[in-house]
């Protein structure tokens, strides 16, 4: 009642203010609530040398990964929209804007809304020049979508979900509706060495080392810099 | 793909490291890439200006002249930069397209100019972005017009144009009255008795002396005979004008159609219906309102006048802002109208008798006129009367600055064409004069040639000296490439033999002739007295 009272005496305030501005003619100008103060993100990332330490790239590989980023984001943060941007400029054909939320909140390690450039290149370090133990932990990281340390049936469902809808109708043959399900059965076979319905970090990664294929696949992305 | 996602590649390619474990069958090997270059700068040199850059951005676009393999060919190994001999200005703007994707035009640069470094540098103009394209458009459509204005003058005011029919020509005079005498004077006579027309038909009506009776009478009807003999006179020659234009157009049908022809038969018909029906006492009221329409004979001064023209022009391309006008004007004229009624309703004697009455009086009002002749007596139709002529005044000056600045410009663009086509033609004299100009400099060189080799054979060295500083190298190449093609094609059968033996020209024998003897001496005159002993036979 009383917030109602409040916008009331707001709108009133507005209406005279406006009636008093008609009759002594003066001109239209921004009022001050309208302006909200913009606030510029500017952020600045931790000296060359520090991260050169704390990640696996050379100086001249951070030069060419900070000249791009730069030149993408000048404010020097990455938020989700620039990132589902991205992604559906790299995959045209399907909705790649649930993948790019999962891994936003991959890449975002700090939890704060915003990748800067100290969380891009080490999540860069990890899944190009980290071990395989290494990567398989982001992996895990990925799919743990509330990060409780278990990966569920729902959750894996909604990766995979979000995988398929990336690769969108272009597929031959025609995916049937179930698809993703189907592979989520596939994958807790696979994956849940004690069929308690959850994969631990230990499972992934051990069923993962077992797995020939997905060991051969870890290394594809080496030279990508 | 856009430039600068190209940029997140890597990104994209890292994190398909998620879908790996799930997977359930091998990946495709990756592509290895051969030939990886360090990303270097380079250097862009355009007219002394350096420009630097990655390669990798030139690269973005590899469909331009930048970003192939075409740069290449302008590439200089001595300073290991590309040159390019182009505008260092426009230069800046292709530049910031490669490092942002964003094509920008600069207000300051001229259109065309802007058009021919695009397309130097290979980039479609269409990826102007947003902001600036509107503006480019503009400016290219104005230019394009200003072309086809060009073209239209041009072709309209062909010099002499060879073999025209006897028609076409006639029709060329009543267009253009400037291009014969004839036409002039035929424009003047007809402009004439336009205005004598116009004059007779004012004058016609004032009351010049009484007649016995106390009857004042207009001259129209005292000198009958003497304004009939004048307007038969007008008619007639009206009439031939417009059987001479009916003639010599081209389409007739379109000159049956057009504005100004109408115009002239509306000028000419009162005066034969009037023949006509002089003896009909019923429609003689009829016949005196067609009289009326004799008045339209001043607009055939439109053909005289380009102000006229301009004109009218103006008020049909503000079509849409005079109907907006009258539109406004007459919602507002009925509203009042209808107030103002109501309002004096109460009032004795007053003169708001009906809406429609009312009409006149907010007219009157709206228009800031006020007769005085309908007057509010009550308050509230004053106040209301009061309301109604400033509301007047806006209405009415809302459209008129925008017919007034169609005026202007269409005035000006005008003024621009006349101003242009007197530049032209100044521009295409001074070009004339400049072939001739070439094309003696190119005799005068044959024959300093000539004088070259007869003084080589003569053996003095400084007179040679002197004759070959005039000609630059680029004169000297030019004039060689005229001599070869008239040496191609110049039949040789006309030179008659020289004397057997000796050249008759130099005095020497056959076999150290210069080429050029027998040729050149076809059509020149001996050029210089003194240097040979013997004419030519």
Not at chain 1, 64 to 72: A, T, W
Not at chain 1, 135 to 161: P, Q, R, S
Not at chain 2, 5 to 11: D, K, M, S, T, Y
Not at chain 2, 201 to 208: A, D, F, I, L, M
Request: charged letters at 25%.
């Amino acid at each position: 009642m009383s917030g109602c009272r409040k916008r009331c005496k707001r709108e009133i305030l507005k209406f005279a203010q406006y009636l008093l501005r008609l009759i002594t003619g003066s001109l239209h100008t921004d009022t001050v609530e309208d302006e909200m103060e913009m606030a510029t993100v500017r952020h600045r990332p931790e000296a060359l040398e520090l991260l050169e330490a704390q990640s696996k790239f050379t100086k001249k590989e951070l030069q060419i990964l900070y000249r791009g980023f730069k030149n993408e984001c000048p404010s020097g943060v990455v938020n989700e929209e620039t990132f589902k941007e991205i992604y559906s400029q790299f995959f045209p054909q399907g909705d790649s804007t649930t993948y790019a939320h999962f891994l936003f909140n991959a890449f975002d390690t700090d939890h704060n809304g915003s990748v800067s450039f100290e969380d891009f290149v080490m999540g860069l370090s990890i899944l190009l020049r980290g071990t395989v133990q290494e990567k398989l932990n982001w992996a895990f990281n990925l799919y743990d979508i509330n990060k409780d340390g278990y990966i569920t049936k729902e959750e894996m469902l909604d990766i995979m979900k979000a995988i398929y809808d990336m690769m969108g109708k272009c597929t031959y043959p025609v995916l049937k509706e179930d698809a993703p399900r189907q592979h989520v059965e596939t994958f807790f076979q696979k994956m849940d060495k004690n069929k308690d319905g959850v994969v631990t970090i230990d499972e992934f990664i051990e069923s993962c080392q077992k797995d020939e294929n997905i060991m051969r696949s870890m290394q594809l992305f080496e030279n990508v810099i | 793909m856009a430039a600068g996602v190209a940029a997140w590649l890597p990104f994209a390619r890292a994190a398909a490291i998620g879908w790996m474990p799930v997977a359930n069958c091998p990946m495709p090997l990756a592509p290895t890439e051969k030939n990886k270059r360090q990303d270097e700068l380079i250097i862009l040199n355009v007219s002394g200006r350096r420009f630097q850059t990655w390669r990798t951005t030139l690269e973005r676009y590899p469909d331009t002249l930048l970003g192939s393999t075409e740069k290449e060919f302008f590439f200089n190994e001595d300073t290991k930069e590309y040159f390019f001999d182009r505008d260092p200005e426009v230069f800046r703007c292709i530049l910031n397209f490669y490092r942002t994707g964003k094509l920008h035009y600069p207000r300051y640069e001229c259109i065309s100019a802007y058009d021919e470094e695009l397309a130097f540098y290979g980039i479609l103009p269409e990826i102007i972005g947003d902001c600036c394209y509107e503006e480019y458009k503009d400016r290219k459509r104005e230019n394009a017009e200003r072309l086809m204005d060009d073209n239209d003058s041009e072709n309209n005011q062909e010099g002499s144009m060879p073999s025209l029919s006897f028609r076409q020509t006639m029709w060329r005079a009543f267009e253009n009255p400037h291009t014969s005498t004839l036409a002039l004077v035929f424009y003047y006579v007809t402009g004439f008795f336009i205005a004598v027309s116009v004059i007779t038909n004012v004058v016609e009506t004032v009351p010049c002396g009484t007649v016995p009776g106390n009857k004042e009478l207009p001259c129209g009807e005292r000198y009958a005979v003497a304004f009939f003999c004048l307007d038969t006179a007008c008619v007639m020659i009206f009439t031939v004008e417009y059987l001479l234009r009916l003639f010599a157009a081209p389409s007739r049908y379109r000159f049956i159609r057009s504005v100004m022809s109408i115009i002239d038969v509306v000028a000419i018909m009162p005066y034969y219906i009037g023949l006509v029906m002089t003896n009909n006492e019923d429609v003689s009221g009829a016949f005196v309102t067609l009289r009326v329409f004799r008045v339209f004979r001043i607009f055939k001064f439109s053909r005289h006048s380009q102000g006229l023209r301009i004109l009218g022009y103006t008020l049909k391309s503000c079509a849409s802002e005079l109907g907006f006008l009258l539109f406004s004007l007459t919602m507002a004229i009925i509203i009042f109208a209808t107030v103002m009624f109501y309002a004096e309703k109460g009032s004795s004697a007053s003169k708001f008798t009906s809406i429609p009455a009312s009409f006149w009086y907010t007219i009157v009002t709206m228009t800031t006129l006020g007769y005085g002749d309908m007057v509010p007596k009550t308050i509230a139709g004053k106040i209301f009367g009061s309301i109604c002529s400033l509301s007047g005044v806006l209405v009415i000056a809302l459209p008129v600055p925008v017919i007034v600045s169609n005026f202007s410009r269409i005035y000006h663009q005008n003024q621009r064409a006349d101003k242009r086509r007197a530049q032209k033609k100044a521009r295409l004299a001074r070009i004339r004069v400049a072939k001739t100009g070439s094309s003696n400099a190119y005799l005068h060189s044959k024959r300093n040639g000539l004088l070259n080799e007869a003084l080589e054979l003569t053996g003095s060295t400084e007179e040679e000296q002197h004759m070959t500083k005039g000609t630059s190298l680029i004169e000297s190449q030019h004039h060689h490439l005229l001599h070869c093609l008239e040496k191609t094609t110049v039949s040789t059968n006309t030179i008659p033999p020289p004397r057997p033996g000796l050249c008759a020209w130099h005095g020497l024998p056959m076999d150290k002739v210069p080429t050029e003897c027998s040729e050149v001496a076809l059509g020149q005159a001996h050029p210089v007295p003194g240097v040979c002993q013997r004419g030519w036979f």
